[in-house]
């Protein structure tokens, strides 16, 4: 049994207690001038905060993931850059006899991301070969990118906020620099700059929100050829007037619309947003229409069909937060249907 004094000053506290005498197995206490603790208290190992924040690689289908930090193989070294906000464009301008500026336009511009990676194997030579290659094959896909694609591959954060993919595509930095402090028999760095063209980090799944709407009653026959005038006349069925819809995230979304026949007419409005189908959908065919720019199409299963499109239509992203829709939709028979469609965006990786 013993004990141990501290002098020190009212908030001092004893760390460690170092006991030279032997596997005693006293307890003893710990006295500092002001209160009495047992040892264990005055030992005890403060909880780690856990860093819930993680990055892997993954192909665009998901078929492959490479986890990055979860053994000696896979390794993300300090220093990668581009996690976090945009970088910006700022355009300002002058006016004589006025201090400073004033702003005209701020653009977000492409992501750049650096991650500075070593990977090896601590069991052969060969799979360290192996875990190169695999790394090689997922990133070197340069050569399928079509027009509008945001990536070849994605980087995939991973935090108490949920799961954020970045789409991205390799531009520079693993030409290769053999030997001295880069490399060796069975490790490597690979200094990676990616570049994400849509900048914002997005949700796995897209959100979607479905309209239908049902054909009208039979006038003057059954429809079945019993009576003399077997004729469906359906008015246009009103789905919903300055809905309120809720888009999750930070950043604005640009949707997609899919009309799914028959489908006679449809009208999509919100602010900056007027979208009107000239012509019909027959039944059991599908226009789908892109609003983003980087690949703004309008396809009748799979054909161009920018002529079903109004000459007028305007399209703008809807706003993270309350937005307000009005869906218009006339059927000609069953099935008639008509999804808008988005990723909700962030502006970091967690």
């Known amino acids: 049994m013993a004990t141990i004094a501290d002098g020190g000053g009212p908030g001092q506290i004893i760390d460690t207690v170092v ?69 910006l464009s700022v355009v300002t301008a002058t006016t004589p006899g006025m201090r400073g500026s004033w702003l ?70 693993w030409e290769g620099n053999w030997g001295a402090g880069n490399s060796g028999v069975s490790w490597e760095k690979v200094p990676l700059t990616l570049v994400a063209v849509d900048p914002y980090w997005r ?9 239908s709407a049902t054909p009208g009653a039979t006038f003057l026959g059954t429809g079945d050829g019993t009576n003399p005038w077997p004729r469906r006349i ?4 009103v789905v919903g007037s300055d809905m309120e819809i809720a888009v999750d995230g930070e950043v604005p979304v640009w949707p997609e619309i899919e009309i799914n026949g ?29 609003s983003d720019p980087r690949a703004r199409s309008a396809t009748l299963d799979s054909a161009i069909a920018w002529e079903l499109i109004s000459m007028g239509a305007t399209m703008a992203p809807l706003l993270p937060g309350v937005n307000a829709v009005s869906v218009i939709l006339a059927t000609t028979g069953e099935g008639t249907s008509l999804i808008v469609r988005w990723t909700p965006g962030y502006e970091s990786a967690w």
Do not use: C
């Open 19 to 87: 006991d030279g005498n032997g596997s005693g197995t006293g307890t003893g206490t710990v006295e500092d001038g002001n209160d009495v603790l047992t040892v264990q208290q005055a030992l005890a190992v403060q909880p780690v905060r856990a860093d819930s924040r993680t990055l892997h690689l993954e192909s665009m289908d998901g078929s492959v993931v490479i986890p990055l930090n979860v053994d000696a193989d896979r390794v993300l070294l300090p220093g990668a850059t581009g996690l976090g906000l945009s970088p």
């Open 104 to 173: 005209q336009e701020i653009d977000v511009l492409e992501r750049e991301v650096f991650l500075p990676l070593e990977f090896a194997s601590e069991q052969s030579h060969a799979e360290f070969l192996a875990n190169i290659a695999e790394l090689r094959a997922l990133i070197a896909q340069w050569d399928s990118v079509t027009i509008g694609q945001t990536g070849t591959f994605r980087l995939v954060a991973n935090s108490v906020f949920g799961e954020r993919v970045l789409d991205v595509i390799y531009k520079s930095g």
């Open 203 to 211: 949700d796995r799944e897209p959100t979607e929100i479905e309209y």
């Open 234 to 237: 359906t008015p246009s069925v």
């Open 262 to 290: 028959p489908a006679a007419s449809a009208i999509v409005q919100y602010p900056g947003t007027d979208v009107e189908l000239r012509s019909g959908v027959p039944d059991g065919s599908t226009l789908w229409l892109v």
